[in-house]
């Protein structure tokens, strides 16, 4: 008996496919499959009508200007240029090759620091060459149009600037290394307490300055980072406050934000260094979850052939 | 006879004393094993929990665990971080694949322990002659060989062959559903060990008499044995709801498994590495696996399962509670499921008049007309004419309910007078006896001579009951009126018609007589002498007819039409006479008052039974010796063309018959029994039902309930629970499909528009596991929307538990909504922190880069891996959150399928609310409250919680609009396609 209602099922499996005596396509007829189709046309179109409506109000209640919560992405991390999978720069100093996406990487990031691209007075505002006050530039709206613009410039970077070196001492197997303050919109980094300091950033000090330190990751390398050197606004190893605060994409649409390089001179090859680079800030803190907020730590493998 | 038998039971008890020591009786016992039926063959535990492991929609989790392992290792050797999110993943869902595994296995534990309870009766003990004395021992201990005396009310302990008897009576109905007693001898009368007398079989009992006999057949070799071991030949069939279950376990692993694929497909051509695609894979699956639900109707029909037993429906088989909601043919015993089982008096006769008395169960007093005087004459005689007694000790008791000692007429002509007269022994002690005749079957009447209670009046009075014909014969007056008349041919034929007209209402008829000794001829010092019978037996006065039935439960009429309209066929099943069957028949309304059998048609037309057309007759009886002769066609022709069936004189084998027979016709069929070979019938059928009080071990073994008061009535309630349990089931699994779509989606978007992932693979479980089971469970408590048992029992090939449009409506219509609201959601949290709708879309490969920690929103702020990864996490987060608002939404809907809510009444069941607050109470805890460091739920704002409100009010608008349109336009287009 079973035998016999798996053969009849069989057969009503095909049926239900296509069903020639009733014309029937998976149980249905073309009129039913069109009025069904068609209610889902209607429905679905409702219903995406309904989307679309309520994420229209929705971003209503957003300002284009500033977002409505930043507890997520405050405080900033602290980020490297040239971008590397797994934090690793490895390269062979005599293979050029081997370094030309970090130095390409470089020279597309900086392209917007040059000179001639910091020429309009309308958005561009000369804020000095020394770290100095914070800049406020009124209220997060477009009234008074948009806002304007420190200039960062790019010499200040010397030889990570890439104007006199292309390859960013890459070639040399003294790779430079960019280091920047995540954008957030109204942040105002403070500058940090002396006391917290290391000695070579106290070395340093100015009250409108974020410094920046690079060391070794751990301290059995400590002898292997060699010199590092520091370029920054005004020979200042750090980030000036007149650069902050950052009033977003769409009222400073070609803000700079403040770099530092960082070139080491003197690391040893054939092994990997682990360095970490701090930014220091009585409101730049680090979480153990997140490792680049506020730091970054970046492995250097230099091989000598 | 007697003597000889008795000097062969001496010198067969010498043999034995002499040759059966214990030592010998060990030996054969360590042989033969144990005298006791092997139970059937258990499952091995083991397995049991095994097939927990892999049944259902385990075997896709365990897929799915495969998966997230095997991308562990791959992940792990290439280094990844994130590779132990899959490892963990694979525990969690091993964990809940062992888990619910663990709790089915648990429950159907469980209710298979109730059942074991039963069958832990207390031992049977067995007097047994050996080393030459006689000991108790327990029947298990028995052995081929042992003499065993038996006595009346005494189970036999094995089949026995017989060797001394003194007046042994067994009772066989248990083996062959003879009901009456059957006397023993030591005469081997048949070539049949069925039908030989001196015999007496394991499991029937000796009803009165002793006997004694030699053990021939002991455990599963007696006659009983063999039956048994036919009973598990028979194969259990699967029951309806596992047959759905399996449907609907089919259709969702088929959607899982054909999306998957889809997407899996999709996935690799756009490009995703294969390893993606397998982790995509595992979160569709995890996604559209209800993995809470299995569990949640196991609940559900436990939960009907105690319901039902606190309306003495003992459910066994947890699965049976449903397929009792769906028969559509209840076969059922007459006797003590339809009647009381006892004699009571329904008819008296006197003054050429018939009276009806109360039947019911409850009598305490009767109300016809009792100022004649025949009726005080009458009452006299059936108080005086009756060896009946109360068992002392009883007066606190209903009368209907004292135990009586005496035979079941004699009971019931006590109980009668004792309702109507009060204190029935005071009466007789006052009328004292002085001389007595029992009952025999040559005489067939009874008699007794008593002094009477007027100390005046010193005159014997003679009082004789008996067959109303034999009774009439020894009469020449008729008491009319108090008077005594000549009994002339008019009287006579009076008193024929009144005989022929109760007895036609199968019952059992007595006629009563009396006569005055004249004082002169018997005085007070009269020695009377029964053996030479020196006083008169003849010229008696006769004073009236007591016709007497075992009379129907008075729920049962009511639980008939109930089922009458519920479209369900109630057969009636007897062993007794097809009169009497017929009667009781028409009294609970198995046949109604107005449908006429074969016979009744050609009684009433006067033409020869052959002439009539059998299409007009709604009712047949049929009798066991037709049946025997009937093919396979003709028994199917009988259960089609009849509306109303009654088989009487079936032999319990004939019963498994009629069950296939209606199992041919597509029937759900229910059958009750009692007896040890009721057993294949029980078995056979889709919900066998034992009776709790009459019925064997056996029987209780074979069935899948147990009826505690042996009440049809008691079918009936569970009928309409099992129905409920249907139609909850539907709106349980109509609830728990809904939001799977809702959990489905955002793996579908994110593979294809590259969103960040908008719900996480646990945080899927959390819903699934978490905040819908009480709801899910809830649902079980609803009420019916209408009255269910209004409604045709439900066809199994057309009405599934998960038909398409259950399916459609809450994949594609609920599910879909439930999805926007989500994404609503979830956008809106995104858009809040900086990430507007446009920036999301094909951002997934950065987004989940970890080398990108300068990420870029729509303001220009820039995001490393972690910061996003948290965002992430909040958005699955507010997911969560509406979705289970939304489920809220879902859950009330879900109240009813037809009716609106308002209608149902939104606070009837409280259950369902204790479901919304426990699913707002999770949810609450798994956001606020359990937010360990990696605990990917971080709460964020409580404004999230509201911003799929108002899609759970869309919900909940177009479900009424919905059901609305159903109930305006049934039988609609939109009637056919959105009602589940």
């Known amino acids: 008996m079973a035998r016999g209602k798996a053969k009849d099922g069989d057969g009503n499996w095909k049926k239900f496919i296509w069903n020639s005596e009733k014309k029937e396509l998976l149980g249905r007829t073309g009129g039913s499959w069109f009025k069904i189709l068609l209610f889902y046309v209607i429905f679905y179109g409702c219903l995406a009508g309904i989307f679309i409506g309520t994420i229209q109000v929705m971003l209503l209640t957003v300002s284009e200007f500033e977002p409505k919560y930043q507890d997520r992405v405050a405080p900033p991390g602290l980020t490297q240029v040239p971008q590397v999978q797994k934090t690793e720069i490895a390269f062979t100093a005599s293979d050029p090759k081997s370094y030309e996406p970090y130095v390409k990487n470089l020279e597309k990031f900086l392209r917007d620091y040059s000179a001639e691209q910091q020429t309009e007075n309308i958005v561009f505002q000369d804020c000095g060459d020394t770290p100095s006050e914070y800049k406020e530039r009124g209220p997060y709206n477009d009234i008074q149009g948009q806002k304007k613009v420190c200039k960062f410039k790019r010499e200040w970077l010397e030889n990570c600037s890439g104007l006199n070196d292309p390859y960013f001492g890459y070639k040399d197997g003294k790779p430079c290394i960019l280091v920047k303050l995540n954008r957030i919109i109204g942040f105002k980094p403070q500058a940090p307490v002396n006391e917290s300091l290391p000695p070579e950033v106290m070395a340093k000090y100015n009250p409108n300055l974020i410094p920046v330190h690079c060391f070794a990751k751990r301290e059995e390398d400590a002898d292997k980072i060699g010199t590092v050197e520091y370029y920054g606004m005004g020979g200042y190893p750090g980030f000036g406050l007149q650069y902050y605060p950052y009033y977003g994409k769409l009222l400073q649409p070609r803000y700079l934000q403040p770099l530092v390089a960082v070139q080491f001179t003197n690391l040893t090859y054939d092994m990997e260094v682990r360095v970490e680079c701090k930014a220091y800030g009585q409101n730049i803190v680090y979480s153990d979850k997140d490792r680049f907020q506020g730091r970054f730590d970046i492995k250097f493998d230099i091989k000598s052939s | ?980």
């Open chain 2, 1 to 980: 006879g007697k003597s000889r038998s008795e000097k062969l039971h001496l010198k067969q008890r010498q043999i034995f004393i002499s040759e059966f020591p214990d030592a010998r009786a060990a030996e054969i016992l360590a042989r033969d094993g144990p005298n006791a039926l092997t139970p059937p063959k258990a499952t091995p535990e083991i397995v049991k929990f095994l097939k927990q492991m892999i049944g259902g929609f385990s075997i896709l989790l365990w897929i799915g665990a495969a998966f997230s392992w095997i991308s562990f290792g791959i992940q792990l050797a290439q280094g990844v971080d994130s590779a132990f999110d899959n490892l963990y993943l694979g525990v969690v869902l091993a964990l809940v694949v062992i888990l619910t595994g663990i709790f089915a296995y648990y429950q159907e534990a469980k209710s298979t322990n109730i059942m074991a309870s039963f069958s832990k009766m207390i031992p049977q003990q067995a007097l047994v002659l050996r080393d030459a004395e006689k000991k108790e021992l327990p029947a298990d201990q028995l052995v081929v060989g042992d003499i065993v005396e038996i006595k009346g009310g005494d189970r036999i302990p094995a089949d026995i062959r017989l060797i001394f008897t003194q007046g042994c009576k067994v009772d066989n109905s248990s083996l062959t559903g003879e009901s009456e007693p059957q006397s023993r001898s030591c005469d081997f009368t048949h070539e049949n060990p069925l039908e030989t007398r001196n015999i007496a079989f394991y499991s029937t009992t000796c009803v009165e008499g002793t006997a004694t006999g030699i053990v021939i057949n002991t455990g599963d070799r007696t006659i009983i044995g063999r039956i048994a071991s036919l009973a598990s030949g028979v194969g259990n069939e699967k029951t309806p709801i596992a047959i759905e279950i399996e449907h609907f376990v089919y259709l969702v692993a088929g959607v899982a498994i054909s999306i998957g694929v889809l997407f899996f497909i999709i996935s690799v051509s756009m490009r995703y590495k294969i390893l993606d695609s397998i982790i995509f894979l595992i979160g569709i699956i995890v996604a559209n696996v209800p993995e809470g639900l299995l569990a949640t109707v196991t609940v559900s029909l436990s939960l009907t399962a105690k319901r039902m037993a606190k309306k003495n429906c003992l459910v066994k088989n947890l699965e049976a509670v449903e397929t009792l909601g769906s028969t559509s043919i209840i076969c059922s015993d007459k006797t003590g499921t339809l009647t009381q089982n006892r004699m009571t008096v329904a008819h008296l006769w006197f003054d050429n008049q018939i009276y009806s008395a109360d039947t019911s169960e409850d009598q305490t007093t009767q109300s016809f007309d009792q100022s004649s005087p025949s009726w005080a004459a009458l009452s006299k005689i059936v108080t005086l004419c009756n060896r009946a007694e109360f068992r002392p000790g009883q007066e606190n008791l209903p009368i209907m309910k004292r135990v009586v000692v005496g035979d079941a007429s004699e009971t019931a002509l006590l109980k009668f007078s004792e309702v109507i007269l009060g204190d029935v022994m005071n009466i007789r002690a006052q009328n004292k006896k002085v001389a007595e005749i029992p009952f025999n079957s040559t005489n067939k009447f009874q008699l007794s001579i008593h002094e009477t209670d007027d100390p005046h009046d010193k005159r014997f009075l003679l009082v004789m009951k008996g067959a109303p014909e034999r009774i009439l014969e020894r009469c020449s007056t008729i008491m009319i009126n108090g008077k005594e008349e000549p009994l002339d041919s008019e009287k006579a034929e009076a008193f024929q018609t009144a005989y022929m007209e109760l007895g036609g209402m199968g019952e059992r008829v007595l006629g009563f007589c009396h006569l005055y000794l004249p004082e002169n001829e018997f005085p007070e010092t009269f020695q009377f002498d029964t053996d030479s019978m020196n006083f008169p037996t003849s010229n008696l006065c006769f004073v009236g007819l007591l016709s007497m039935i075992d009379p129907p439960r008075s729920t049962v009429p009511d639980a008939v039409s109930k089922c009458r309209s519920a479209g369900i066929k109630v057969i009636m099943v007897t062993g007794d006479h097809p009169i009497t069957a017929k009667a009781i028949a028409k009294s609970v309304g198995i046949i109604s008052a107005t449908s006429e059998t074969v016979e009744d048609i050609a009684k009433r037309l006067n033409i020869p039974v052959e002439q009539v057309n059998r299409r007009e007759a709604t009712a047949a009886v049929v009798n066991g010796m037709e049946l025997k002769e009937m093919s396979a066609e003709q028994l199917d022709e009988i259960l089609r063309e009849h509306a109303e069936i009654v088989f009487a004189r079936t032999s319990p084998q004939q019963k498994l018959i009629i069950v296939e027979g209606c199992q041919r016709q597509g029937a759900v069929v229910a059958v009750t029994g009692d007896g040890v070979n009721d057993s294949p019938a029980l078995k056979k059928a889709d919900i066998g039902i034992a009776m709790g009080i009459a019925g064997s071990d056996a029987a209780k073994n074979a069935a899948d309930m147990v009826l505690l008061d042996d009440n049809f009535a008691s079918i009936v309630t569970g009928v309409e629970e099992g129905r409920l349990i249907f139609d909850n089931l539907k709106k349980t699994i109509a609830y728990t499909l809904t939001k799977n779509i809702a959990e489905l989606c955002p793996f579908l978007i994110y593979i294809i528009a590259s969103i960040p992932m908008p719900i996480g693979t646990i945080t899927i479980l959390f819903i699934d596991l978490g905040t819908d089971i009480i709801p899910s469970v809830a649902l079980a408590y609803e009420k019916a929307e209408s009255d269910i048992m209004n409604r045709r029992p439900r066809n199994k090939r057309r009405d599934r538990l998960v038909n398409e449009q259950l399916a459609v409506y809450s994949y594609l219509q609920i599910g879909i909504m439930q999805s926007v609201g989500a994404f609503v959601t979830y956008f809106t949290v995104y858009a809040e922190q900086g990430f507007l709708p446009s920036t999301l879309l094909g951002v997934r490969v950065d987004w989940e880069s970890n080398a990108i920690n300068d990420f870029e929103d729509s303001y220009g702020q820039q995001w490393t891996k972690y910061q996003r990864t948290y965002l992430q996490w909040t958005g699955y987060t507010a997911f969560f959150v509406s979705i289970t608002i939304q489920q809220v939404a879902d859950l009330i809907i879900r109240k009813t399928r037809r009716n609106s809510i308002f209608r149902q009444g939104l606070f009837r069941n409280k259950v369902i609310w204790v479901g919304i607050f426990s699913q707002i109470g999770i949810a609450l805890i798994l956001t606020y409250v359990l937010v360990p460091p990696s605990f990917p739920c971080p709460p964020r704002g409580f404004q999230y919680w509201f911003v799929a409100v108002p899609f759970a009010i869309l919900i909940w608008v177009y479900d009424e609009i919905r059901k609305l349109l159903i109930r305006r336009y049934p039988g609609s287009w939109w009637d056919k396609n959105m009602y589940y």
